[in-house]
């Protein structure tokens, strides 16, 4: 009997991870469902560019695209891995070997949904005290921790590392066949690498965020694949 009832549960869980991998409707492959995926990651990574808080604007997409009862935006910060400065990073900052650089590695959640995963590189003297606690001891987004220095970001770099279409679509559409089968989505599919400066113009954190393809865990229209 125990070892059915061990079986039944076995099964039961793996009804429930099929059911949360399920992709939402109007995924299916096909050239419309390509071409609006393409619309989204060109919008989100144009958006992204174009504000100084990621948090902000996955906060914006969350609720646009209703993805959560409360569209509200989680650090969850990940206490075991550390990843020194290196001395790149610390010429950025214009700092010397000994000043003390902290380090934040966390995934930024929405409901269920796990947006991006981004490390965190900040000179703590250049924060306050309050915002330095709160980093240590909370699961705030950094945007949020740190809003009140009305800070700038400034882009390093932006890597697609994913393109629903294929190079040189814009000249001359592919055949894309149309499926049932829902569009395949790497688990990563934009990264970016930015510095941010205080009013001042002084460099106090470098960010690398990467972003996964839960951003597009919501349905599409009806018809998408024909």
Avoid at 122 to 146: C, H, I, W
Avoid at 153 to 168: I, N, Q
Wanted: hydrophobic content about 40%; charged content about 20%.
């Amino acid at each position: 009997m125990k070892i059915r009832m061990l079986l039944l549960a076995a099964l039961l869980c793996h009804g429930a991870v099929q059911a949360q991998e399920k992709a939402p409707d109007g995924w299916q492959d096909g050239p419309m469902t390509r071409l609006k995926a393409h619309a989204l990651l060109q919008t989100l990574n144009a958006t992204l560019l174009s504000n100084p808080s990621a948090t902000v604007t996955l906060q914006n997409w969350c609720a646009d695209h209703k993805m959560a009862g409360e569209p509200r935006i989680r650090a969850l910060r990940d206490q075991t891995t550390r990843k020194p400065a290196d001395a790149t990073t610390r010429e950025l900052f214009k700092i010397g070997a000994d000043e003390p650089v902290g380090y934040r590695r966390v995934q930024l959640t929405c409901g269920d949904h796990i947006f991006s995963e981004a490390d965190n590189w900040y000179v703590k003297s250049r924060l306050t005290p309050e915002m330095n606690q709160l980093l240590d001891s909370s699961d705030t987004p950094f945007g949020l921790a740190v809003k009140a220095l009305n800070f700038s970001r400034k882009t390093l770099s932006s890597t697609l590392l994913w393109s629903p279409l294929p190079a040189g679509w814009e000249m001359k559409m592919p055949v894309i066949a149309t499926s049932k089968a829902p569009l395949t989505i790497p688990e990563q599919v934009l990264q970016h690498r930015a510095l941010l400066s205080r009013e001042d113009g002084t460099p106090f954190s470098l960010v690398v965020e990467t972003y996964r393809r839960d951003l597009f865990a919501f349905p599409l229209d009806a018809g998408n694949g024909q």
